[in-house]
């Protein structure tokens, strides 16, 4: 079975162990993404006040304002996991699966809004009043990018389970060759040949299960945060979309801008939920898998009743099937929600409602 994590440690790994380094670090990225937060919110501010709109667009702003806030602290917490990565136990290897290439397009597909609003709407309404905008853009792919990083080390952790699935299906199905046992073929080599094996796929097991929960105490925060801004996202997506349409203050060129690019980056953020989610239930699939395995295993083993004189080996597969339900196999966002198929239930439903909430809302002024 391939590594998850390598043991090289490269030279920004030996520079951030260093205390006063990791910390400076820390702190100027702190500084940088508030000071651009402070420099948009103000620009803004500013523009509604000279256009005599910030009563009328209030909710607009607030709204505005709001999502700047969570991307800003998702691109500070998330910057400073990947310098505290460095410090950590957790370097992350380049083992290759099968979705890597499916996540290096979607990473491209985070540049189709943010190319379509910079050239597009900024050309619309001018560099002078678009260039308080940009952050945010730059921000939602800077994000974009950290949830498709997630997406492939979370990708090699479920590579490592369905390995060991893999190797429990041999024992049910004796479909390789190359291997001295065999569940049917009763001989002492083949009772310490399985004893072993097994033996080695509790102690690998285990291992996976311990990488799991550091992984997801390593991305506790991002993941918290990454979640709240994809529904903020959709929700401000929604908002803008709404204003634009039905808003006869706004030129024709501008409301058109606005009917593409908002739906492009809600399409992009639904993307990021929905990938989010199917590697999340593709993981708490392999633990299921796990269990059912090692059933299928111990009724396999009791019908033949060879194997009774060596109960040391249907003893592994019972401890390796109590680790797999006592130890959940699942991505998580350090105890406050599961990643998998429910999270897509929620921001539909929360979507549904502010949409119906905000429609009445604009449509009186």
Not at 68 to 89: D, E, Q
């Amino acid at each position: 079975m391939a590594q998850i994590f390598s043991k090289k440690e490269g030279i920004l790994t030996r520079l951030f162990k260093h205390k006063l380094v990791s910390n400076v670090a820390i702190g100027l990225i702190i500084i940088f993404h508030f000071s651009i937060l402070i420099y948009s919110g103000n620009g803004k501010l500013q523009l509604y006040k000279k256009a005599n709109r910030l009563t009328e667009n209030g909710v607009i702003l607030f709204v505005n304002i709001l999502r700047n806030i969570l991307l800003a602290t998702m691109n500070t917490i998330g910057t400073i996991w990947i310098v505290k990565n460095y410090i950590s136990s957790l370097p992350i290897a380049n083992c290759r699966t099968r979705l890597l290439g499916r996540v290096t397009f979607f990473q491209m597909t985070g540049l189709v809004p943010l190319v379509f609003c910079i050239y597009f709407i900024g050309d619309q309404v001018g560099w002078s009043i678009y260039k308080y905008f940009v952050p945010e853009e730059l921000w939602f792919f800077v994000m974009h990018l950290m949830i498709c990083k997630y997406i492939v080390v979370a990708s090699r952790i479920k590579k490592n389970f369905n390995g060991v699935n893999r190797r429990l299906a041999k024992f049910m199905n004796n479909d390789d060759s190359s291997e001295s046992y065999s569940i049917n073929i009763i001989t002492f080599k083949n009772h310490q040949v399985m004893y072993d094996r097994i033996q080695q796929l509790n102690y690998r097991f285990n291992e996976f299960c311990n990488v799991l929960d550091k992984f997801n105490e390593l991305f506790k925060g991002v993941v918290v945060m990454g979640m709240i801004c994809i529904m903020m996202n959709i929700l401000y997506n929604c908002t803008m979309l709404i204003e634009h349409i039905g808003n006869p203050y706004y030129r024709y060129k501008v409301k058109l801008a606005a009917a593409v690019s908002q739906p492009l980056m809600a399409i992009v953020s639904v993307g990021q939920a929905a990938a989010i989610a199917f590697i999340g239930e593709s993981l708490q699939e392999e633990g299921e898998h796990t269990i059912r395995l090692c059933f299928m295993i111990l009724n396999k083993l009791n019908k033949n009743l060879q194997w009774d004189s060596n109960l040391s080996t249907k003893e592994q597969i019972r401890f390796l099937l109590n680790q797999s339900k006592s130890r959940k196999v699942c991505l998580h966002a350090g105890g406050f929600f599961k990643l998998n198929w429910g999270i897509l239930g929620a921001i539909t439903t929360t979507v549904a409602t502010y949409s119906i909430v905000i429609i009445q809302f604009l449509l009186k002024y």
